[in-house]
């Protein structure tokens, strides 16, 4: 808990010009410049995307589900249909996953006939992933996919175009090294 170093308020400058930090005794009441409570849960940007991720994947589930993918598999799917073969490491780092994290993915879209894994013979280290046939003809059927999403979102190409802008934003902000 913040406080001031007498019993009178204090008001403290932050980095955003827009934000005013006024520190009493008791109480840190940070607001914005229109008067609102930064700190209540629905003006938490960590709230909203975790509640929009977790909602968005959902709504992918039914969509998915008749082509017999999870939406875990049809971001694998989505990298190599980009461009296959590509190195499993590769893939994870597209999908900014490890590739350990990664692996039970490829081995179940494996096990379906849509992909395909090799050991490089130079490198057996090396795990190359590509598409089958039966996975290339399955980009046809999901070709469907962004349409659905985007009905039932109730958005756009252009409003989902400027929300993935802001969402690339973000993503470039809160990147580790490494």
């Given at each position: 808990?913040?406080?001031?170093?007498?019993?009178?308020?204090?008001?403290?400058?932050?980095?955003?010009?827009?934000?005013?930090?006024?520190?009493?005794?008791?109480?840190?009441?940070?607001?914005?410049?229109?008067?609102?409570?930064?700190?209540?849960?629905?003006?938490?940007?960590?709230?909203?995307?975790?509640?929009?991720?977790?909602?968005v994947?959902?709504?992918?589930?039914?969509?998915?589900?008749?082509?017999?993918?999870?939406?875990?598999?049809?971001?694998?799917?989505?990298?190599?249909?980009?461009?296959?073969?590509?190195?499993l490491?590769?893939?994870?780092?597209?999908?900014?996953?490890?590739?350990a994290?990664?692996?039970?993915?490829?081995?179940?879209?494996?096990?379906q006939?849509?992909l395909?894994?090799?050991?490089?013979?130079?490198?057996?280290?090396?795990?190359?992933?590509?598409?089958?046939?039966?996975?290339?003809?399955l980009?046809?059927?999901?070709?469907?996919?962004?349409?659905?999403v985007?009905?039932?979102?109730?958005?756009?190409?252009?409003?989902?175009?400027?929300?993935?802008?802001?969402?690339?934003?973000?993503?470039?902000?809160?990147?580790?090294?490494?």
């Open positions: 808990m913040a406080r001031a170093s007498s019993s009178t308020d204090a008001v403290g400058a932050t980095a955003d010009p827009d934000v005013t930090v006024n520190v009493s005794e008791d109480v840190a009441d940070v607001t914005g410049d229109a008067g609102e409570d930064l700190l209540k849960l629905d003006q938490q940007v960590c709230f909203a995307l975790a509640v929009a991720a977790r909602n994947i959902g709504l992918y589930r039914p969509i998915l589900e008749p082509m017999g993918l999870t939406h875990p598999q049809y971001l694998v799917m989505l990298a190599l249909w980009e461009r296959s073969p590509r190195q490491r590769e893939v994870a780092s597209a999908l900014s996953l490890e590739p994290t990664l692996s039970p993915v490829v081995r179940r879209l494996e096990a006939g849509l395909t894994r090799a050991r490089r013979p130079d490198d057996e280290r090396s795990l190359d992933i590509g598409l089958t046939a039966e996975g290339r003809r980009r046809d059927r999901a070709l469907e996919v962004p349409p659905q985007m009905d039932r979102l109730g958005m756009g190409v252009s409003d989902l175009r400027e929300l993935h802008t802001a969402l690339t934003r973000v993503i470039a902000a809160t990147a580790t090294e490494g």
